[in-house]
């Protein structure tokens, strides 16, 4: 499968798009990855990026992955109508995936909010959602893993490890309960970093996002 992510440090903090690729080759499957992601911007920003329309107009993907704004989420509208102009560029082959972030560690209830937006634009779209942010707090409810980083609204490593484990089980369509998809992502969370990219992240233990 040939797939395009385009997203923002929800997308590349820990390498959740290679995490993906690991999640396929241990079911036998061969993933050929692609990543647009850029700090603090959302969907709308990568419409006025002329990668964006190559990518999704030539690149021949199976699959793009699509993550708007999270923290904050500038609601409903902002995310439905650049995700469906996203949608518009691409071609009848390529199926859409929506990745569905979570809300910040002092906001539960903003998820709510979130996974609405996500689902309406998936209904507008004929998309499928990456419901990332639902199964997050189901896993923070059940288990005592830190899913977040220490600003409390970007993922651990363990956190990008449970998203990626929630894609990749939604690009191959393989349900699973909850104690199945914490095992997926506690079996990712062992994949190791290459130090130069955390570098360029990370400063001083701190996300540097600018």
């Not at 647009?36 to 030539?58: E, K």
């Not at 082959?93 to 996500?118: C, D, F, H, V």
Request: glycine share 4%.
């Amino acid at each position: 499968m040939k797939i395009l992510f385009i997203g923002n440090s929800h997308t590349f903090v820990h390498y959740v798009p290679l995490r993906v690729k690991n999640f396929f080759e241990q079911h036998n499957e061969k993933a050929d990855i692609t990543m647009l992601a850029i700090p603090a911007v959302g969907l709308d920003y990568h419409l006025s990026m002329s990668q964006t329309y190559f990518n999704l107009m030539y690149g021949n993907y199976d699959a793009v992955v699509l993550q708007h704004n999270a923290h904050p989420f500038p609601g409903k509208q902002s995310l439905i109508e650049s995700g469906c102009k996203i949608a518009a560029l691409c071609p009848e082959k390529t199926k859409i995936y929506l990745y569905m972030t979570w809300s910040e560690r002092n906001n539960p209830e903003g998820q709510k909010a979130m996974s609405e937006a996500y689902r309406e634009l998936a209904s507008k779209t004929d998309a499928t959602v990456c419901p990332v942010g639902d199964i997050w707090w189901k896993i923070k409810e059940t288990y005592p893993d830190e899913l977040y980083f220490e600003d409390g609204e970007h993922a651990s490593v363990f956190g990008s490890s449970l998203a990626a484990a929630v894609i990749a089980r939604t690009l191959l369509d393989i349900p699973a309960e909850i104690n199945e998809i914490y095992n997926d992502a506690k079996d990712l969370e062992k994949i190791p970093q290459d130090q130069r990219m955390i570098d360029l992240v990370i400063k001083d233990g701190k996300l540097d996002m600018e």
